[in-house]
């Protein structure tokens, strides 16, 4: 019988993973939840700056749980990164190889084994990847997450067409989570101003209280994921 519901969620220490994690549980979600250093009931330890580890724990994980069948399946791809901040010329290539791991590399595995091991089950199952604005509009001091943000939404709407040809198809949706008030705001409105030229603007949205809440941005993320929607689509909680 499939009655119980399964939510996946990368990243999920603090900010908006976090909030989500709190999210599905209020929700009866069983949520297993991966970072390094997640508090949550069934935070598994992963690093997904080493993508071999992150890959093992992963399908360990994924494998064992698609034994059993569920009403409902949602996996959340919401590990990033911001650093490094400034141009390229001022890291070196492993901090640049770092920053692809976390931001698309993780998504890329996470959404492959869960395709793998879960697209026969005929329950919902929706990947969500969580995006940026950054995806789109390009930022001087940005260049990798600029990057892995435009790879992962074109790869998430790969999949989307992939999933057209299967019987149990496997929703894949993108979330613009908005400018919310996270450890990567802050990280932002530390750099310095010859690092990202766009720092004041930053500032100042903390300074009028514009910035979003995890917290309602992880109930608008749900109730998108929930209702009805458009495979291969990006949503904005701003919409």
């Known amino acids: 019988m499939k009655s119980s519901k399964l939510s996946l969620i990368t990243g999920g220490s603090g900010g908006l993973g976090k909030a989500l994690v709190e999210k599905y549980n209020q929700e009866d979600f069983k949520v297993y939840e991966f970072s390094r250093s997640g508090k949550s009931a069934h935070h598994i330890g992963c690093d997904f700056s080493s993508p071999s ?5 992963l399908e360990n994980t994924i494998s064992n749980l698609s034994r059993k069948e569920y009403s409902e399946i949602v996996l959340i ?58 995806a789109i509009r390009a930022k001087h001091g940005w260049a990798l997450y600029c990057a892995a943000k435009a790879g992962l939404d074109h790869f998430c709407r790969a999949l989307a067409l992939e999933q057209k040809a ?23 409105r530390g750099a310095k101003e010859s690092q990202f030229p766009e720092l004041q603007r930053f500032v100042k949205m903390k300074e009028e209280g514009l910035l979003l809440t995890p917290e309602s941005v992880a109930q608008k993320i749900f109730d998108v994921v929930s209702g009805e929607i458009e495979n291969g689509v990006k949503y904005s909680v701003e919409d």
Request: aromatic share 6%; no cysteine; proline share 6%.
């Open 53 to 57: 580890e992150a890959s093992q724990i």
């Open 77 to 134: 791809n919401n590990a990033g990164t911001i650093h490094p901040i400034g141009p390229i010329l001022g890291f070196d290539p492993e901090t640049w190889i770092d920053n692809m791991n976390i931001n698309l590399n993780s998504a890329i595995i996470a959404s492959g084994l869960f395709i793998k091991y879960f697209q026969n089950h005929s329950g919902k199952k929706v990947i969500t990847s969580i995006s940026s604005g950054a």
């Open 166 to 188: 299967q019987q149990y198809p496997i929703h894949v949706v993108l979330m613009d989570p908005g400018v919310m008030d996270t450890d990567m705001q802050a990280k932002i």
